[in-house]
């Protein structure tokens, strides 16, 4: 069974930064895609960032694009999202998710080809 636990968010004003953690347990990820999602107060769960895990390959959406850094540490099994410049649209629950395909073109941004998800950690910008 996999389990992916975040951390690392919290409250940060306009133009901070955050790191997020998000660490796999069970089996790892030699051949898997990971990625970020995120989901404002009644907005639908948006695609933030994925990682291709065998090759180091990173995908962003253009709203994140230039201000957050997709990265992994695979002795440590965890996968990280550095927030740079975080603006009040940012705010909202960040979800890590996984899963053991390497995921191809439209499907790395779409949360229905993920099958293993994190309990999410609120980030929250203030203006």
């Known amino acids: 069974q996999v389990q992916l636990v975040e951390s690392g968010g919290g409250l940060v004003q306009a133009g901070g930064s955050l790191r997020l953690s998000c660490l796999a347990s069970g089996r790892t990820f030699s051949s898997a895609t990971m990625g970020w999602f995120r989901q404002a107060p009644g907005k639908a769960r948006d695609f933030v960032a994925a990682?291709?895990?065998?090759?180091?390959?990173?995908y962003y959406a253009d709203s994140v694009k230039g201000r957050f850094t997709i990265s992994r540490d695979d002795a440590k099994n965890t996968m990280y999202l550095q927030l740079n410049s975080l603006k009040p649209e940012d705010t909202a629950s960040y979800y890590c998710a996984a899963t053991y395909y390497t995921l191809y073109g439209s499907r790395r941004y779409n949360q229905a080809a993920y099958d293993y998800w994190g309990q999410g950690t609120q980030v929250t910008v203030s203006s």
């Open positions: 990682l291709s895990w065998s090759s180091g390959s990173t």
